[in-house]
């Protein structure tokens, strides 16, 4: 009979610092969040490895950590992140081990691995649930890069200490967002089924890697299936440009899709670029010709300053002056509401062009910033001395108020830009180049019509 293991149970502080983090990233940071498919993670207590595709740095696990709020959750995370004394026990009280990599720390510091892998293993025959991102590193796109065997070997490693005789599960998963470097948009976190490792146990003990090779594949598969896999690389730029502009939208409506709805519009992206994959294989002439139209377009866009939405709206001089005139009647609400939520705005935008390299940490140092030092600073100590120097019900509507501000000016930031792009598409001096590019638009829409039907 298997023996039901009770995880570790959450410090108190822990636990303030996960609603702290759960404030920050749901009630600020992301406008909303989905989770689908909550009944297939198995039940606190049960050894579980999830799996998933990793695109999006710290807002991958984190997002998992902070709905997965029933568990002790343990992470492996680079190990050049623990060097600081204070940041290396914070990261382990909050489950996360180090990795430690030859690129990175050198050959001589792999050796350390063997440390976190038997922490990791540990943590499993506790009972508690195990992150892992086979690809070993982020993507800069959206594709599922080629999975390493680390987390089934942490896996049946911890089964073999059990006796085999405690399942362990693999449980696959994907993250997935509207946009990856933006706030106020939209997140979606899938569970599959979770795979038992119980029936694999008697061909383990004989063919170690034959089976975690099977398994593997199974495990990705059942990953690439969940997500959006952008396999043609070639043409990635395109297809994901296609799938952002109009084009991706009508053609969630067309086939009975909810554009606006992040799980509905995954499944029509899902099957928009299989579809374009496809035509590139029976058709690549003519997809060739597509593309080299679609890049065309995509560089005059941008040499403008226009989005591709303008060409659905067409505005006109109206259209621009309404939009200047909700500009200046909110601005009242927008000067109260970014006073005390403007260091949100301006801390990240001063140090991410020198500090960020690689674009898939934007979104990570943008929460970062927001939870250690934007919020502490414009929301914490604000209460704090609202609520000595006045009272409790000041202290509270602040609280209260700060979202609602923090919102208002994004939103209005977001129509101003819109009101700029207004502005460049009906300028007369872009007007001949305006034509061309809804001409070629137009091209390129007529003739996928005419391919993917």
Same mark, same amino acid.
């Given at each position: 009979?298997?023996?039901?293991?009770?995880?570790?149970?959450?410090?108190?502080?822990?636990?303030?610092?996960? $609603?702290?983090?759960?404030?920050?990233?749901?009630?600020?940071?992301?406008?909303?969040?989905?989770?689908?498919?909550?009944?297939?993670?198995?039940?606190?207590?049960?050894?579980?490895?999830?799996?998933?595709?990793?695109?999006?740095?710290?807002?991958?696990?984190?997002?998992?950590?902070?709905? *997965?709020?029933?568990?002790?959750?343990?992470?492996?995370?680079?190990?050049?992140? #623990?060097?600081?004394?204070?940041?290396?026990?914070?990261?382990?009280?909050?489950?996360?081990?180090?990795?430690?990599?030859?690129?990175?720390?050198?050959?001589?510091?792999?050796?350390?691995?063997?440390?976190?892998?038997?922490?990791?293993?540990?943590?499993?025959?506790?009972?508690?649930? *195990?992150?892992?991102?086979?690809?070993?590193?982020?993507?800069?796109?959206?594709?599922?890069?080629?999975?390493?065997?680390?987390?089934?070997?942490?896996?049946?490693?911890?089964?073999?200490?059990?006796?085999?005789?405690?399942?362990?599960?693999?449980?696959?998963?994907?993250?997935?967002?509207?946009?990856?470097?933006?706030?106020?948009?939209?997140?979606?976190?899938?569970?599959?089924?979770?795979?038992?490792?119980?029936?694999?146990?008697?061909?383990?003990?004989?063919?170690?890697?034959?089976?975690?090779?099977?398994?593997?594949?199974?495990?990705?598969?059942?990953?690439?299936?969940?997500?959006?896999?952008?396999?043609?690389?070639?043409?990635?730029?395109? $297809?994901?440009?296609?799938?952002?502009?109009?084009?991706?939208? *009508?053609?969630?409506?067309?086939?009975?899709?909810?554009?606006?709805?992040? &799980?509905?519009?995954?499944?029509?992206?899902?099957?928009?670029?299989?579809?374009?994959?496809?035509?590139?294989?029976?058709?690549?002439?003519?997809?060739?010709?597509?593309?080299?139209?679609?890049?065309?377009?995509?560089?005059?866009?941008?040499?403008?300053?226009?989005?591709?939405?303008?060409?659905?709206?067409?505005?006109?001089?109206?259209?621009?002056?309404?939009?200047?005139?909700?500009?200046?009647?909110?601005?009242?609400?927008?000067?109260?509401?970014?006073?005390?939520?403007?260091?949100?705005?301006?801390?990240?935008?001063?140090?991410?062009?020198?500090?960020?390299?690689?674009?898939?940490?934007?979104?990570?140092?943008?929460?970062?910033?927001?939870?250690?030092?934007?919020?502490?600073?414009?929301?914490?100590?604000?209460?704090?001395?609202?609520?000595?120097?006045?009272?409790?019900?000041?202290?509270?509507?602040? #609280?209260?108020?700060?979202?609602?501000?923090?919102?208002?000016?994004?939103?209005?930031?977001?129509?101003?830009?819109?009101?700029?792009?207004?502005?460049?598409?009906?300028? &007369?001096?872009?007007?001949?180049?305006?034509?061309?590019?809804?001409?070629?638009?137009?091209?390129?829409?007529?003739? *996928?019509?005419?391919?993917?039907?």
């Amino acid at each position: 009979m298997e023996q039901k293991r009770t995880p570790r149970d959450h410090s108190f502080l822990l636990k303030a610092f996960r $609603i702290y983090l759960q404030y920050v990233n749901s009630g600020l940071y992301f406008r909303k969040e989905h989770i689908i498919g909550l009944e297939n993670v198995p039940v606190d207590g049960t050894p579980c490895v999830v799996v998933s595709n990793h695109q999006n740095c710290l807002n991958d696990p984190l997002c998992v950590c902070l709905k *997965l709020t029933d568990r002790r959750m343990n992470f492996i995370a680079r190990a050049n992140v #623990f060097k600081n004394p204070v940041f290396n026990k914070a990261l382990r009280a909050m489950g996360l081990l180090p990795a430690y990599r030859m690129s990175h720390e050198g050959f001589s510091a792999i050796n350390k691995n063997r440390s976190t892998m038997d922490a990791a293993g540990q943590a499993l025959t506790d009972g508690e649930t *195990l992150m892992l991102y086979p690809e070993a590193d982020h993507q800069d796109k959206r594709w599922l890069g080629t999975f390493k065997l680390g987390y089934l070997r942490i896996a049946f490693d911890a089964a073999e200490k059990m006796n085999f005789e405690q399942d362990v599960m693999i449980l696959p998963s994907c993250n997935h967002y509207s946009n990856y470097f933006h706030a106020r948009t939209d997140m979606l976190i899938k569970f599959d089924r979770p795979i038992s490792l119980k029936p694999y146990y008697e061909r383990y003990k004989e063919s170690p890697r034959e089976v975690m090779v099977e398994v593997n594949e199974l495990v990705r598969s059942k990953i690439q299936a969940l997500m959006l896999h952008v396999e043609d690389l070639e043409h990635y730029d395109q $297809i994901d440009f296609l799938r952002e502009t109009e084009y991706g939208r *009508l053609y969630a409506r067309r086939n009975g899709f909810k554009p606006n709805y992040l &799980p509905s519009r995954l499944l029509a992206d899902q099957q928009f670029v299989d579809k374009m994959q496809r035509a590139s294989e029976e058709q690549p002439e003519e997809m060739e010709r597509i593309y080299a139209d679609v890049r065309e377009y995509a560089l005059g866009i941008k040499h403008l300053g226009i989005r591709d939405w303008l060409f659905r709206r067409n505005p006109g001089l109206g259209a621009a002056i309404l939009r200047g005139l909700g500009l200046i009647i909110l601005l009242p609400l927008f000067i109260i509401s970014i006073i005390p939520t403007c260091l949100m705005f301006i801390i990240p935008k001063i140090f991410i062009n020198k500090l960020i390299k690689d674009n898939m940490f934007i979104s990570s140092f943008n929460i970062g910033v927001s939870a250690f030092i934007s919020v502490p600073i414009c929301l914490v100590i604000p209460v704090v001395l609202l609520w000595v120097f006045l009272n409790f019900w000041w202290a509270l509507g602040y #609280f209260v108020a700060f979202p609602l501000m923090f919102i208002l000016a994004w939103n209005y930031m977001r129509l101003f830009i819109k009101f700029v792009g207004t502005c460049r598409f009906i300028r &007369p001096k872009n007007r001949q180049r305006i034509k061309e590019l809804r001409e070629l638009r137009g091209s390129i829409y007529k003739r *996928l019509d005419a391919i993917l039907g």
